[in-house]
């Protein structure tokens, strides 16, 4: 069953999406070279702890930590530690979240350390994340979950290739339902399955985390030893964002955005419901 939420609830979630918000601009700043992933970690916590919130990160299924560290060819999940310390060149896609009152806030992006970083690698991020905003332009009352997976595909085919020879859309994981729960039904695949159907109609209420995962190679991942740490199988790099999106009567709301994601829905043609906050 997909949760349907009342604008009072979607009030609460955008709460929580202000947290991860901070989160992402205070761990953004301190991903620099010579920090350590723990590092990184313990900023999330102290933002989140300010904030009066709680991680739904932490102890999730046994995850040891409050946000996802994945540096280079791990495309998520990768646990902060004290053994990896970010370097010049350095790729790291950073995946948090809160809890407010018991509503769930969920979100991601990928930043680079340092300079020197190829075109591609460059290149590779503004595509993810801009088929992610692509996605989020498609959650349209009345339409299917269907149409939100066809606008990040497509508009990750009709970039130019890389020199690698293609982008990866990884298959093994997706978006997600978000409300009292961090994980929730739908499933959101980022490429369209013909198994899969059309998905569920988009309503006001529904909210899902959209979420598209892209390499510079292949679109298949493995799990590592810890059961957590999830890296491409050809070792190429890869990006993640990620944001937490309400649909009302009024249209879409960015939960995870300062903005409700005003300025770049604004370029697909989109206006943003107000901000429940005000």
Request: charged content about 20%.
């Given at each position: 069953?997909?949760?349907?939420?009342?604008?009072?609830?979607?009030a609460k979630m955008r709460e929580a999406g202000l947290v991860v918000a901070a989160i992402h601009a205070a761990t953004r700043e301190?991903?620099?070279?010579?920090?350590?992933?723990?590092?990184?970690?313990?900023?999330?916590?102290?933002?989140?702890?300010?904030?009066?919130?709680?991680?739904?990160?932490?102890?999730?299924?046994?995850?040891?930590?409050?946000?996802?560290?994945?540096?280079?060819?791990?495309?998520?999940?990768?646990?902060?530690?004290d053994k990896t310390v970010l370097k010049d060149g350095d790729v790291i896609s950073i995946d948090a979240g809160a809890i407010v009152?018991?509503?769930?806030?969920?979100?991601?992006?990928?930043?680079?350390?340092?300079?020197?970083?190829?075109?591609?690698?460059?290149?590779?991020?503004?595509?993810?994340?801009?088929?992610?905003?692509?996605?989020?332009?498609?959650?349209?009352?009345?339409?299917?979950?269907?149409?939100?997976?066809?606008?990040?595909?497509?508009?990750?085919?009709?970039?130019?290739?890389?020199?690698?020879?293609?982008?990866?859309?990884?298959?093994?994981?997706?978006?997600?339902?978000?409300?009292?729960?961090?994980?929730?039904?739908?499933?959101?695949?980022?490429?369209?399955s013909r198994k899969r159907g059309k998905g569920i109609k988009l309503v006001p209420g529904v909210c899902l985390a959209i979420e598209?995962?892209?390499?510079?190679?292949?679109?298949?991942?493995?799990?590592?030893?810890?059961?957590?740490?999830?890296?491409?199988?050809?070792?190429?790099?890869?990006?993640?964002?990620?944001?937490?999106?309400?649909?009302?009567?009024?249209?879409?709301?960015?939960?995870?955005?300062?903005?409700?994601?005003?300025?770049?829905?604004?370029?697909?043609?989109?206006?943003?419901?107000?901000?429940?906050?005000?």
């Open positions: 069953m997909v949760q349907i939420k009342t604008p009072e609830q979607i301190a991903a620099v070279p010579g920090a350590t992933t723990r590092d990184l970690d313990m900023v999330a916590r102290k933002v989140i702890a300010d904030a009066g919130a709680k991680s739904n990160f932490l102890g999730y299924g046994g995850f040891p930590a409050t946000i996802c560290t994945s540096v280079n060819e791990v495309v998520v999940h990768g646990i902060p530690d009152d018991g509503w769930h806030g969920d979100a991601a992006f990928t930043a680079f350390v340092g300079s020197g970083h190829a075109p591609e690698l460059i290149e590779l991020s503004r595509v993810t994340e801009e088929s992610m905003w692509a996605g989020i332009a498609a959650m349209k009352n009345g339409n299917r979950l269907v149409d939100i997976s066809k606008a990040i595909e497509g508009y990750i085919r009709r970039q130019p290739r890389p020199a690698t020879g293609k982008y990866g859309i990884i298959e093994d994981y997706g978006g997600h339902g978000i409300g009292s729960e961090m994980h929730m039904d739908p499933h959101l695949l980022n490429y369209v598209p995962m892209v390499s510079l190679g292949t679109a298949r991942t493995e799990v590592l030893a810890d059961d957590w740490t999830v890296v491409t199988t050809d070792s190429t790099w890869s990006s993640h964002w990620e944001h937490s999106v309400a649909l009302t009567e009024d249209g879409p709301i960015v939960l995870t955005s300062p903005d409700c994601g005003k300025a770049k829905l604004a370029e697909y043609g989109v206006t943003t419901a107000p901000d429940p906050l005000g």
